[in-house]
């Protein structure tokens, strides 16, 4: 195209850029909280098959603390269901803006094409 495109089709390809880049956004963050949630599960796991009294310890920054294993093993069950419910939220809004990301794409070529009746 050797003409400049319109003002209005390069404010909706901005708009489909900053789509894009949440949708990335969304992606990573929702794949660190899988991650997180699959070494808390793995925690759990080591925890259940623990022997009563043994000590256990929990990381707090550098630190390693002594921890009680009734009270650690709430705490990663609380942090569990916690993480569960952030990344269905996060697939909901992933899942959106795909959406809105693939019918803005649509859109766009259609209105590039030139077909009649698309301008907006």
Do not use: C, F, W
């Not at 400049?4 to 894009?20: A, K, S, V």
């Amino acid at each position: 195209m050797s003409e400049e495109l319109p003002q209005q089709l390069q404010h909706q390809l901005m708009r489909l850029q900053q789509i894009d880049q949440q949708v990335k956004v969304l992606t990573q963050q929702r794949t660190q909280l899988e991650l997180q949630l699959r070494e808390t599960e793995n925690a759990l796991k080591e925890l259940e098959g623990a022997e009563e009294g043994v000590g256990v310890y929990k990381s707090i920054g550098m630190l390693l603390i002594k921890s009680d294993m009734k009270k650690l093993t709430e705490e990663l069950t609380d942090k569990k269901e916690t993480l569960g419910m952030r990344i269905k939220t996060l697939q909901r809004q992933e899942e959106r803006s795909k959406k809105q990301r693939d019918e803005m794409r649509e859109k766009l070529a259609r209105q590039i094409q030139g077909e009649p009746g698309t301008a907006a």
